[in-house]
């Protein structure tokens, strides 16, 4: 099994984390928090509440959890279109694989992905929910002290099943999104790219735009599903399951409440994914 495909996506996943985790943090909110009117009162509020820093809060654990993640979405995706196709990467611009292919080997890995994905997203989810501002001398502290003690107190408070609370919202969101995501960035990359040759820098850059903008309009409803019952449990706020999450909120909320965060997914997707495919196809490239 070639490795190097796992290796460029653990260092693209990375500096593509770090690009979007902002967006992310007011997405997050606006999803599972009443408080906010829109992304720009998001944004203020909690730059004033809690500074800079508050865009990037539960960063820390995915900056080393994600890259993990992306090494997998990307090196399984590889792989199986090696089984799938018999064509290494290097072999798939001359040999270019049917969509099919693209699409089910998009799925494996996606569906392989959220499975590794599950804990780590549900601290993220908690951290990036916690609106207190830095301790500061004599203030209480926030519930959660970082992501060592968020998953510490996850697993004494709800049993080692709590860690992974939203873990089939997420594999239903990730499964069939990240088919979309991969036949969407072959797509516009052949379209734009003689045969055989290998698309050019540009090219990838709005290749992997789109396609994270694509699997966003797709995933965002079951995206918003995935942080409520990520949630749930705290603030009174309890779901019996998915079905039961998904029709308390549209009964309470009405069906928009499946679209919030689209905007700010659409505006992350773009740079992340740009950044994420260009870095990927460079450094496996560059490994020749």
Request: with cysteine; charged share 15%.
């Amino acid at each position: 099994m070639p490795v190097e495909e796992f290796v460029a996506g653990w260092i693209s996943g990375a500096l593509g984390l770090v690009l979007g985790h902002p967006f992310d943090t007011v997405k997050v909110r606006l999803q599972t928090q009443s408080t906010y009117r829109g992304i720009a009162d998001c944004m203020v509020k909690t730059y004033r509440h809690e500074s800079l820093l508050g865009f990037f809060k539960g960063m820390s654990f995915p900056i080393a959890s994600i890259a993990l993640v992306n090494s997998v979405l990307f090196g399984v995706y590889s792989n199986a279109l090696l089984a799938l196709t018999a064509t290494s990467h290097r072999q798939r611009r001359a040999q270019p694989p049917s969509y099919t292919h693209v699409f089910i080997a998009g799925c494996t890995g996606g569906f392989l992905q959220a499975y590794c994905l599950a804990p780590f997203d549900l601290i993220k989810v908690r951290l990036q929910n916690q609106t207190e501002p830095r301790a500061q001398p004599g203030s209480p502290p926030p519930r959660y002290r970082g992501p060592v003690h968020c998953a510490a107190s996850i697993f004494q408070a709800e049993g080692p099943r709590g860690l992974f609370r939203g873990a089939w919202a997420l594999t239903l969101r990730d499964t069939p999104t990240l088919g979309i995501y991969f036949v969407t960035y072959e797509w516009l990359c052949r379209k734009s790219t003689p045969d055989g040759q290998k698309p050019s820098s540009a090219t990838v850059l709005v290749a992997g735009g789109f396609a994270g903008i694509a699997s966003w309009v797709t995933a965002t409803p079951l995206d918003v599903i995935k942080a409520r019952m990520q949630m749930a449990g705290l603030k009174q706020r309890a779901y019996r399951g998915l079905l039961d999450c998904m029709v308390s909120s549209a009964r309470q909320e009405g069906l928009g409440v499946f679209f919030r965060g689209l905007t700010i997914n659409s505006a992350r997707a773009f740079p992340v994914n740009a950044v994420t495919f260009l870095s990927y196809e460079h450094l496996l490239h560059s490994w020749g």
